[in-house]
């Protein structure tokens, strides 16, 4: 199975700040297809997960563009292009370029 | 709109089994496959596998192999998944998820199982 190691485990960002998550593969997610299929979802406290990013850097549609995302092959990042309040959860990566599809073992984003 | 809703809370014994259900509505059931992920208390995400519902075809991660059981009915545009041999480790809560090209954009609200005696 992939395994995608995402690094910090845990985030303390103030409103306004600019913070990055990384997510590593244990093996390329480009698919024979041309596509990679690394996303990235954020789980707010108590809620199901949401999409954020699909496809490495493709913005899910009614998320903010403070939100981008790029890597290639086996890594990746989730950049906040200045954090707002809303944004605190858990954020994780998930590859489905290979089965069985895996997620990352999350960070959490606390507002300072 | 898309939607997907989840029964209610369930409580199993050990050695029982559970069948959750996902209600689909706003889009045709059969065109998209259904995901399905456990989450574990305080814990991160696992995917146990999805379902075609256009064809009854279905795949699992191994783990969940002999644990989980997905159908889907297209009549009702429902998808199940039903656990079965139920053990603490099966406490958990069970996320539907609409497979949009491999990307999991639509989610339930979730279902916790409690597997207490």
């Known amino acids: 199975d992939v395994v995608l190691t995402q690094t910090p485990p845990t985030l303390s960002a103030t409103i306004g700040q600019s913070v990055s998550i990384s997510c590593r593969s244990s093996?390329?997610?480009?698919?024979?297809?041309?596509?990679?299929?690394l996303n990235w979802l954020l789980q707010r406290p108590g809620q199901s997960p949401q999409l954020l990013i699909y496809?490495?850097?493709n913005l899910e549609s009614g998320v903010p563009n403070r939100f981008s995302g790029s890597g290639s092959e086996t890594d990746f990042t989730l950049k906040i292009s200045g954090v707002e309040a809303e944004d605190l959860g858990v954020y994780y990566c998930?590859?489905?370029?290979?089965?069985?599809?895996?997620f990352g073992s999350g960070t959490k984003l606390e507002i300072k | 709109e898309v939607q997907l809703q989840q029964s209610g809370p369930e409580v199993g014994r050990p050695g029982s089994s559970v069948k959750i259900s996902c209600k689909a509505s706003?889009?045709?059931?059969?065109?998209?496959?259904m995901n399905w992920v456990k989450q574990s208390p305080g814990q991160g995400l696992e995917w146990i596998g999805w379902?075609?519902?256009?064809?009854?075809?279905?795949d699992y991660a191994e783990k969940f192999k002999k644990k989980a059981t997905l159908t889907a009915d297209t009549s009702s545009s429902t998808a199940y998944i039903q656990l079965s041999s139920l053990t603490s480790e099966d406490t958990a809560t069970y996320f539907c998820?609409?497979?949009?090209?491999?990307?999991?954009?639509?989610w339930g609200q979730g279902v916790m199982v409690t597997v207490s005696s």
């Open positions: 093996q390329s997610l480009l698919d024979s297809d041309g596509d990679t299929y």
């Open positions: 379902i075609d519902p256009e064809y009854g075809s279905t």
């Open positions: 998930m590859q489905a370029t290979h089965a069985p599809l895996t």
């Open positions: 998820a609409r497979g949009d090209g491999g990307s999991p954009r639509y």
């Open positions: 496809s490495v850097s």
């Open positions: 706003g889009y045709t059931f059969t065109d998209y496959v």
